[in-house]
């Protein structure tokens, strides 16, 4: 006997559809489930209200707008999340120590399947549709292209799922077309194989952005293409694996690096999206939900509505510290690793707006912070234009830039080619001359060996992506993940004991509290605070030498390099990946009562 449920092998799903994003195209619609399926694609509008149900299900604080874009990719080599390790809450995700009853693991797998669900609501009846059989030609070109993201957001869903816990059960009907929704763990690389082609499906059915003023919130064929080179590298890649418990690398690899290579290739020689001047411009434009010049946020996640379903608290729970008594309360939640503020070069215009070293008072003024206090910079409340308590912000989630599509590129080719072909050297000398704008002669020699250009890269999106939810997943695909955790911990006890290339960082700042303005840039903003420089030492490189003994008069005294401890780098309650375990810890646990909801499903990887 069929059963009719929303997710496979757990619960009923009680979510209903709701107001969805920053842009007008985003409607109410209601659950479809629990409609006529017919009578929900008798129209091209109706069919729209549907798929904006399935939109819906990556917004939210269980999706992109928190969970899914600001716990789960801690930590890698770049952030980390704040506070004493607790393995129920958000610090056990980051520390590698989450319990199997921790509750954020929970709301987000049941969106992921609440989504899925909705997709193969769509998926199933477009093609069904009166409008798509009979209906006109256009009509049908517009039915064609929700149908497109449609196949877009359920390969989002599962490659989602995939990163964060493996294998899982994989359905492609909806529920009520199951004999039993009580589904077994699939293998990935099916899935892989699957999202995958029909990403190429979607890629013919969706407009390019300019070809129908597609917002940057909803699918181009241009964010369906990166999405699928990004999916493609994860499938060439290693992950863990169930049986043996090792990180294994995919199955014909080259395949997947070739359909990378071509996806970013189509995009770059397409000329609809390119690099922003400015870096800096790039997130100010998600603050208040405009595209930026060159539409270099190809796909992004929107965030609208001010409550926790339709709205994101990013810049509100991550971004730069604004104290509570300040116009701008925000918690700073996720904290830069002491030594990733040494992986710029000084001259390199992405530290400033990667790394917040400095945060406001309650009397509204900039201060340094401490060398362990640092926030990621790329959402600051400030930047908005909402003051107060507010922790809803409406700032959309940069899932796909365009700089991702060039290393993206250069790294397919790379292995496409057993070397980087001079296009791929120009893709990475591209996001390097826009880091280095102003100081060209700083960017120094990209490698043009395998083996140098593929480091060159693994540091080049260290320092390009930080912040953005991406690090964690890298590492793991290249299996560097391990060898990265191990290395950071080492720098940081360089980085304790002042040794090595931290032989000249200063044991503490020099301040004075100094206005802020909050239409400066990040870089401006910082280099206006009143920080005391030593006699023949350039305003640049504070940051780079030794500090004087005593604190010079009118100043307040920070710690910079001495606030890094023992227990910051090791200790059970505040220790970096303190909880790590190779061959382990790269997935998470499966919530336990969705373990205990399908007795098809099993916990694996040890937990």
């Not at 707008?65 to 890698?76: A, K, M, T």
């Not at 080049?460 to 912040?467: A, C, M, N």
């Amino acid at each position: 006997m069929k059963k009719h449920k929303l997710l496979i092998a757990i619960l009923s799903c009680t979510l209903t559809f709701s107001t969805i994003t920053s842009c007008n195209d985003f409607l109410d619609a209601e659950n479809i489930s629990n409609s006529n399926e017919a009578q929900q694609f008798d129209s091209t509008a109706d069919t729209f209200t549907a798929l904006i149900g399935v939109y819906n299900q990556i917004i939210g604080d269980d999706g992109y707008g928190q969970r899914i874009s600001l716990y789960f990719p801690q930590s890698g080599d770049d952030f980390k999340t704040s506070g004493d390790y607790n393995c129920n809450d958000r610090r056990g995700l980051s520390t590698y120590g989450a319990c199997t009853s921790n509750p954020d693991l929970n709301k987000p797998f049941l969106k992921l399947y609440s989504g899925i669900e909705r997709a193969n609501l769509v998926i199933k009846n477009i093609p069904l549709s009166p409008v798509y059989q009979t209906g006109s030609a256009a009509d049908k070109k517009l039915m064609d292209r929700y149908l497109g993201e449609a196949y877009a957001l359920r390969a989002l869903f599962y490659f989602d799922l995939i990163k964060n816990w493996g294998d899982v059960p994989m359905q492609m009907v909806p529920s009520s077309d199951l004999e039993s929704v009580y589904l077994p763990k699939t293998d990935r690389d099916v899935i892989y194989d699957k999202i995958i082609a029909d990403l190429a499906t979607a890629a013919e059915l969706v407009p390019w952005r300019s070809e129908a003023s597609v917002s940057n919130t909803r699918f181009s064929k241009a964010a369906v293409k990166g999405l699928r080179a990004r999916i493609a590298l994860a499938r060439a890649g290693y992950s863990l694996r169930r049986d043996p418990r090792i990180m294994a690398k995919g199955s014909n690899s080259e395949v997947y690096y070739k359909i990378a290579y071509d996806e970013c290739k189509d995009i770059i020689e397409k000329g609809q999206h390119g690099l922003n001047a400015n870096f800096e411009a790039t997130f100010r434009a998600l603050h208040d939900n405009t595209e930026d010049a060159a539409h270099e946020v190809i796909f992004a996640v929107g965030a609208f509505g001010g409550n926790a379903a339709t709205d994101s608290k990013i810049g509100y729970y991550n971004g730069m510290r604004h104290d509570d008594a300040s116009n701008w309360k925000s918690s700073g939640g996720i904290n830069a690793i002491a030594t990733y503020f040494y992986e710029f070069g000084k001259y390199d215009v992405r530290r400033d707006v990667t790394v917040a070293s400095m945060q406001i008072t309650a009397a509204n003024q900039a201060v340094p912070s401490t060398g362990v206090l640092c926030t990621d910079g790329k959402f600051r409340k400030s930047w908005t234009s909402i003051t107060g308590t507010a922790q809803n912000l409406a700032i959309d989630w940069p899932l796909l830039r365009y700089s991702d599509i060039l290393l993206m590129f250069a790294e397919a080719d790379n292995e496409v080619n057993g070397s980087p072909s001079a296009e791929a050297v120009n893709a990475v000398k591209q996001v390097r001359d826009r880091a280095y704008v102003g100081n060209l002669g700083q960017v120094g020699t990209i490698p043009t060996d395998k083996t140098g250009f593929f480091n060159y890269i693994v540091h080049e999106r260290l320092l390009e992506f930080g912040g953005e939810g991406l690090r964690k997943y890298d590492l793991i695909r290249w299996n560097l993940l391990a060898t990265k955790i191990a290395e950071t911990k080492q720098k940081l006890s360089d980085l304790l004991n002042g040794t090595g290339q931290y032989a000249n960082v200063p044991s503490y700042i020099y301040y004075k509290d100094s206005p802020y303005d909050r239409t400066k840039s990040a870089q401006s903003a910082l280099q206006a605070i009143d920080i005391y420089v030593p006699a023949g030492v350039d305003r640049s490189d504070v940051y780079y030498t030794p500090s004087v003994a005593t604190t010079p008069t009118g100043y307040k005294r920070l710690n910079w390099r001495v606030a890094v401890t023992a227990d910051y780098i090791s200790s059970p309650l505040k220790g970096y990946a303190q909880y790590f375990e190779a061959n382990r810890k790269e997935l998470f646990p499966i919530y336990d009562d969705i373990i205990l909801s399908n007795y098809n499903l099993k916990q694996d990887y040890g937990y």
